[in-house]
């Protein structure tokens, strides 16, 4: 699968596990920044990321900031984006499942490295289950 991945400096270090993770999983990774400690602001990658997948570029995307709460509000603003932050397991694959939440959204600061990897895993091994799911993901898409 084609995966962009982004991070501000609070999330680098967890969003280069990860690149390395899917990477050695044979998945497709653009990794758009940032790529070092400093500071930097979330929102500015976390819309890179999110326009990369709106325009076809990749099929997922992942964020990751301190907490990921600010990568999911920016991504939410680009239009037909659906971004949820988790950090368990089953909120993981029912984003994809019944929210079709296309990026992913995890704080560096809230789950361990570990648990991360387990998250992307769950959520990318998920598939839109679509039917009643699409009817209200639709009615979110129309406000
Ligand atoms: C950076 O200190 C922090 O605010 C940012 O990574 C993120 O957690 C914002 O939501």
């Not at 694959?93 to 296309?102: E, T, V």
Request: charged letters at 25%.
């Amino acid at each position: 699968m084609r995966v962009a991945v982004g991070s501000d400096h609070a999330g680098c270090s967890l969003k280069e596990r990860v690149v390395a993770h899917l990477r050695g999983l044979d998945h497709e990774i653009d990794d758009l920044g940032t790529h070092g400690p400093e500071s930097v602001d979330y929102p500015d990658f976390g819309r890179r990321v999110a326009l990369a997948v709106a325009q076809g570029k990749a099929e997922r995307g992942i964020l990751v900031c301190g907490t990921g709460q600010g990568m999911a509000i920016t991504a939410n603003k680009v239009p037909g984006i659906r971004a949820a932050v988790v950090s368990d397991v089953l909120s993981a694959r029912m984003a994809m499942a019944h929210n079709d939440a296309r990026v992913l959204c995890l704080g560096e600061r809230i789950v361990g490295p570990g648990l991360a990897l387990l998250l992307v895993d769950a959520w990318l091994g998920a598939r839109f289950e679509g039917g009643r799911h699409a009817r209200r993901v639709g009615k979110i898409e129309v406000g």
